[in-house]
C-alpha cells in the first residue's frame, strides 16, 4: 500500500487532523493506497514554510538557481520508470505514454525553465524630452498557490511549479487528489537536487477543502490553476476579491477541421491520436470533428476501421493503445453521453464497456465515434473529456467556422489544409488561445499557452509563464 505524505518545509508529514483518503488504480478498481486529506491548518503551515524560505530564495542567483532546477529534472530523469510505473497506475493511462510523454515532459519543464529564467528581461524606457529613464524590475510575488489536474498529472503540476520557483517564488502546492502519486515522489528528488527548504511544498487533499484553503489564504498572492472551467469559475469568485493575480487553463471542446486538399494519410493518423490519445482525457483533444462533404464516407470508413484496431487494455501492456479512465464516476460520466448518443444520435463504433480479463473491476470504455447532425446538441457542447468524438460533415468554411466558433470553450482548433490563404483566414477567425495545422500537439515551450471564452484567463508557457509568476514595478529617474 503507498501512502502519500505531505511535503512541507523538505519533509514529509501526516496530516494534521490525522484525515485521509483512499487512493484508487483505475487499471483495476482497487484500493491501492491511502493519501492525506489535508486541512486548513496544513495548509497554514505549508505557507509558514514557504514564506520562511522566501527572503532566501528569491535572493538567490540565478545561475544558482538554474543549476538546482537542472538537478531536478535529471533527478526525475534518472527515476522515469518507477515515476513513469507511478503515473500509469494512478491514472490509468499506458505506461508506455507515461515513459515517453508525461515524464519527458515534466523533466523537459524544469530543464526548460531552467533557461528560460537566465534569458528573462525586462524593459527600460529613455524618455526623450523629460530627461528621464524608465526601468522595470520583474519582482518575484511571494508566496504563490499551484493547483492541478489528474489528467496529465505531473506534466501539469510541473509545468506550473518550475516557473514559479524559477522566479523566484515559494510554492503551496496542491496536485489532484485521484492522481496524487508523482507529486509525491518529486518531493524526495527536490532534496537531492537541494532545493532549500520550503521553497516548494506539496499538500494533498480535496478541492473542496485542501484546495479552497489555499484559494481563500489571504497571504498567498497568486493561484495557478488547471482545471474544470465549473471550478475555474468558483477560484475566480474565490480569489477576485482578495485582489490575487489568476491564471486560469480550464476546459475545452475543441474542432478538428478537416478539407478535401489535405495530406490525407497524415491526418488520419494524426486525427485517430487527437481523438484518443490519453483515452480521451486532454484538454486539447479534437473532439468535434469536422469534414468537408467530399471526403465524408470516405473518412467515416477509414477513420472507424482504424480506431477499430485500437486495442484497449491494461496500462502496462505494451501493447495497450486505451488504458483505464481515470475513475468510476467519471467513466460513468462518459457512459451518460453515450445514453445521450443513444437515443438521439448514431454510434458508429464503440459506446461500451470493456472487461479485461483478469481487471474485471477496471474502468475500461472502447473508444467511441458519434455521429451528429448538428452542432447545436450537447454532445458538441458539453466538454466530455473521455474516449468519446462526435463527427459530422461540412460543406463551407464559412459554415464550419461558424460551428467551429459556436461553442462556450476557446481552447485550441486543429485545421488540415493545404491552402495557405484559407489557413491564414482561418486561423485569424477560429476563437481558440491553440491553433494547430496539419499537426497536433506540437509543442514548442516557448510559445503562450492557454485559452479563451470558458477556456480559461491568462497563457502558461515561456515568458508568459514567468510575466505571470513576477510583479513588474516601473522605476523613474529624472536626470
Ligand atoms: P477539477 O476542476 O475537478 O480539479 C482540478 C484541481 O482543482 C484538483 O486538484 C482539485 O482538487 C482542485 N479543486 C477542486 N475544487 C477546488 C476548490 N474549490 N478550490 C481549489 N481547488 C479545487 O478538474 P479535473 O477533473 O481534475 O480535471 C479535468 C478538467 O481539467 C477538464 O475540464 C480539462 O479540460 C481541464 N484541463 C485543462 C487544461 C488546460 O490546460 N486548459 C489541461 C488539463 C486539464
Known amino acids: 500500500m503507498l501512502k502519500v505524505q505531505n511535503y512541507i518545509n523538505g ?182 537536487a537541494g532545493l532549500p527548504k520550503g521553497v516548494l511544498n506539496i499538500v494533498h487533499g480535496l478541492g473542496s477543502t485542501t484546495g479552497q484553503a489555499i484559494i481563500e489564504h489571504p497571504d498567498i498572492k497568486a493561484i495557478s490553476f488547471t482545471g474544470g472551467t465549473k471550478t475555474g469559475a468558483h477560484i475566480a469568485k474565490t480569489a477576485a476579491p482578495l485582489f490575487k493575480k489568476l491564471s486560469l487553463e480550464l476546459g475545452g471542446k475543441n474542432p478538428n477541421i478537416i478539407f478535401t486538399d489535405c495530406d490525407y494519410k497524415d491526418m488520419l493518423e494524426t486525427t485517430v491520436k487527437s481523438s484518443f490519445a490519453n483515452q480521451g482525457q486532454i484538454c486539447l483533444c479534437g473532439s468535434r470533428i469536422f469534414v468537408e462533404r467530399t471526403i465524408y464516407d470516405q473518412f467515416k470508413t477509414d477513420f472507424i476501421n482504424k480506431v477499430k484496431h485500437l486495442k484497449v487494455g491494461h496500462p502496462s501492456d505494451y501493447k495497450t493503445d486505451i488504458g483505464a479512465l481515470v475513475s468510476k464516476s467519471h467513466l460513468e460520466k462518459v457512459l451518460s453521453y453515450v445514453e445521450i448518443a443513444k437515443k438521439d444520435h448514431t454510434i458508429l463504433c464503440g459506446g461500451n464497456k470493456v472487461t479485461v480479463e483478469g481487471y474485471e473491476n477496471g474502468y475500461y470504455l472502447q473508444p467511441t465515434i458519434i455521429e ?94 514567468l510575466r505571470f509568476f513576477t510583479e513588474a514595478k516601473n522605476v523613474c529617474i529624472k536626470y
Open 11 to 192: 519533509n514529509f508529514h501526516d496530516p494534521l487532523l490525522n484525515k485521509w483518503l483512499n487512493n484508487y488504480c483505475p487499471a483495476n478498481g482497487e484500493i491501492y493506497g491511502s493519501i492525506p486529506n489535508s486541512s486548513k491548518e496544513d495548509v497554514d503551515n505549508a505557507y509558514i514554510a514557504a514564506q520562511s524560505a522566501f527572503p532566501s530564495w528569491s535572493q538567490t542567483t540565478l545561475e544558482e538557481r538554474s543549476h538546482i532546477l537542472i538537478r531536478i529534472s535529471e533527478g526525475i530523469e534518472a527515476n522515469l520508470d518507477r515515476f513513469a510505473e507511478m503515473e500509469s497506475k494512478d491514472n490509468g493511462k499506458p505506461l508506455s505514454l507515461a515513459k515517453t510523454i508525461d515524464i519527458p515532459r515534466a523533466a523537459s519543464n524544469f530543464r526548460f525553465f531552467a533557461h528560460a529564467i537566465t534569458q528573462f528581461s525586462s524593459e527600460s524606457h529613455q524618455s526623450i524630452g523629460l530627461d528621464a529613464v524608465n526601468y522595470t524590475l520583474r519582482q518575484p510575488i511571494g508566496v504563490v498557490g499551484c493547483i492541478s489536474p489528474w489528467n496529465l498529472p505531473l506534466y501539469l503540476f510541473t509545468w506550473k511549479i518550475a516557473p514559479a520557483i524559477a522566479a523566484g517564488n515559494c510554492v503551496v502546492a496542491k496536485p489532484s487528489e485521484i492522481t496524487p502519486a508523482t507529486a509525491y515522489l518529486l518531493g524526495d528528488i527536490c532534496n537531492e
Open 372 to 465: 451528429v447532425n448538428t452542432n447545436d446538441c450537447q454532445l458538441n457542447q458539453e466538454e466530455i473529456f473521455g474516449p468519446v468524438v462526435t463527427m459530422m460533415p461540412f460543406d463551407t468554411e464559412d459554415d464550419v467556422l461558424q460551428m467551429a466558433n459556436q461553442v462556450k470553450y476557446g481552447l485550441s482548433a486543429t485545421l488540415w489544409t493545404n491552402d495557405l490563404k484559407r489557413t491564414m483566414r482561418l486561423s485569424n477567425q477560429l476563437q481558440a488561445g491553440i491553433i494547430w495545422v496539419n499537426t497536433w500537439m506540437l509543442r514548442d515551450l516557448r510559445t503562450p499557452f492557454g485559452g479563451i471564452k470558458a477556456s480559461g484567463v491568462g497563457r502558461e508557457g515561456g515568458f508568459e509563464a
